[in-house]
């Protein structure tokens, strides 16, 4: 009860900072902000929003994150697999709004996710590389992730969230905020802090992505054809949407904005990047990795027994060990 009084008291005092013109975060409104296409990576999309996260502070939060992700989550060590994800984020990342270095990492996990913590340590999984039908439809979800990185959402949710606490708490008890969202991220579980955001911040990030997708050369109604697949799935049998599109809801909303937003900010072309050869080979790598892992699973019990003798060519000195020396199971049964 007194919780609620002082949450309600702080939502008070926050309504009237923001009547004061104090800015958290700027509604998105689309249409003409971030318009300006030619100026991605030159200009400053969070300018006028608040955030007590320096970027080095937010460097650090997510490295924070980014430990408890590897130390629960398997990694991708294939090479091959690993370098190419690598690149086309990076490329992406290079025709973004972004202004920190992105760690990119694969994690070896049929389920269909993706994400980025702030500071720019961005996951994903094989199983969206899986799901995806070309490389565009791959590079849309990416650069809808690096777009909540640019735009620093978390750190901006994590501003609002502190601001509220601490209009809700005695004065006295403030500390330094020095250090305040290392320790209060240790306290809160990473997907529903960090990875879910406001319905704002996802049109946002929608909006920027497609930027950021369409400057990198790459069809940007991709990602919106990848979503209404993945929403026609879901239709067809329930409970087969992860977690992270539950986390990420394309709306139908969201879907006719994103649509609307093309066609007002991002000039047709002629050619688009909708697919290459390397994806199509990339996939295939990954689906035989599956096959061997599944096969190798089945025979696990008689594996292991052969593993002694691989090579076909010792079976004769097998046979005639076996002539030699009669199995001792056959003995008993005389
Ligand atoms: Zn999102």
């Keep these: 009860m007194r919780d609620m009084i002082r949450a309600t008291l702080g939502r008070r005092i926050l309504g009237a900072i923001l009547a004061l013109g104090l800015t958290l975060s700027p509604a998105f409104a689309g249409g003409k902000k971030h318009a300006d296409i030619e100026n991605i990576g030159k200009r400053d999309i969070n300018k006028g929003s608040w955030n007590l996260y ?14 408890d992700v590897e130390r629960t989550s398997r990694l991708l060590q294939d090479p091959v697999v690993t370098e190419y994800v690598n690149r086309v984020a990076q490329n992406l990342v290079r025709n973004s709004d972004a202004k920190v270095p992105f760690v990119i990492k694969v994690v070896d996990s049929d389920e269909m996710n993706a994400f980025a913590l702030p500071g720019g340590f961005f996951y994903i999984n094989t199983g969206l590389v899986l799901a995806a039908d070309n490389e565009a439809e791959l590079a849309g979800v990416m650069a809808h992730e690096i777009a909540h990185v640019a735009a620093r959402h978390a750190t901006k949710q994590a501003t609002k969230a502190q601001i509220i606490n601490w209009l809700s708490i005695p004065l006295i ?14 306290s809160l579980a990473i997907p529903l802090t960090f990875l879910k955001f406001s319905r704002n911040a996802e049109r946002e990030a929608d909006y920027l992505g497609l930027e950021y997708a369409y400057r990198t050369g790459y069809d ?46 991002l000039p047709a072309r002629e050619d688009y990047v909708l697919d290459t050869s390397e994806f199509a080979q990339i996939k295939t790598r990954l689906k035989l990795m599956q096959a061997q892992r599944v096969s190798s699973d089945e025979r696990a019990p008689t594996l292991r027994r052969r593993e002694q003798s691989p090579k076909n060519e010792k079976r004769p000195d097998k046979s005639e060990q076996d002539e030699g020396q009669p199995p001792p199971l056959k003995r008993r049964s005389e």
């Design 220 to 265: 940007p109604l991709a990602f919106i054809e990848f979503f209404e697949k993945v929403r026609k799935k879901e239709k067809e049998k329930k409970g087969t949407i992860p977690r992270a599109f539950s986390t990420h809801p394309m709306t139908e909303d969201r879907i006719k904005k994103a649509q609307e937003e093309i066609n007002l900010v």
């Design 173 to 186: 008890f403030i500390g330094g905020p020095v250090g305040y969202g290392i320790q209060q991220a240790a």
């Design 54 to 67: 320096s970027v080095e502070r937010e460097i650090a939060l997510g490295r924070f994150l980014a430990n």
